[in-house]
């Protein structure tokens, strides 16, 4: 499961966050107390149609996490693994998020942690165990990178993140329960959240 792992990603929380980035949730089965591990939700994101899928996901994962103050918790995982959108520094992305896209002051309510990669030989063990239990998004099987030349890590791998934006949603005990394409609408994945907390109640 990803109790282990999820130390492993709460240990390296920052308050920066990228303009592509992963996220991870996972429900509990009881209302936490405060302190407590609650529910963890990775996603990543990634010209007009950037602008919009950027804009409309980091403004649906805010959203989420007001519907779910104390029962979720969105962590972003920004990287620069994808046409290199994400070339700014941690310390940056604050800024790029408040100011240029989303903009208009726009601040996340989620965690943000460093940038690091999610494919290849260096990819973050939590996005392998992810990769691994989840090796394609449920809403689109054959979702693969588009663009050869955009495939810039090694090796290559087919459970490989194709884009910004993918999601991975964890049940209660830290397994992994869907993944989520990049074109899937992120405020969508509100019912499964709902059917994980009933769950776990």
């Known amino acids: 499961s990803l109790k282990g792992a999820q130390s492993l990603c709460l240990g ?12 991870f949730l996972r429900p509990q089965r009881h209302q936490p ?5 609650r529910f963890q939700y990775i996603q990543r994101k990634g010209s007009a149609h950037r602008e919009r899928t950027t804009t409309r996901d980091y403004t649906q994962l805010n959203e989420l996490q007001c519907r779910f103050p104390r029962r979720l918790v969105v962590l972003g995982f920004p990287c620069n693994q994808f ?3 994400e070339n700014c520094q941690n310390e940056e992305i604050l800024n790029s998020l408040k100011y240029v896209r989303p903009g208009d002051g726009f601040q996340p309510t989620f965690t943000l942690l460093q940038k690091c990669e ?8 939590v996005f392998a165990y992810l990769k691994d239990k989840l090796p394609y998004p449920h809403d689109d099987p054959s979702s693969l990178m588009t663009d050869p ?7 290559v791998r087919r459970s490989d993140v194709a884009w910004n934006f993918e999601k991975f ?10 993944r989520y394409s990049r074109t899937f609408p992120t405020i969508n994945i509100e019912p499964d959240i709902k059917r994980l907390l009933k769950v776990a109640i």
């Open 83 to 85: 046409g290199h959108q």
């Open 149 to 155: 030349k955009f495939i810039i890590w090694s090796p």
């Open 169 to 178: 949603l964890i049940g209660p005990e830290g397994e992994p329960f869907r």
């Open 12 to 23: 390296s929380l920052i308050t920066h966050h990228g303009s592509h980035c992963q996220v």
């Open 33 to 37: 107390a405060r302190g407590e591990g």
């Open 118 to 125: 999610v494919n290849g030989e260096k990819e973050h063990p």
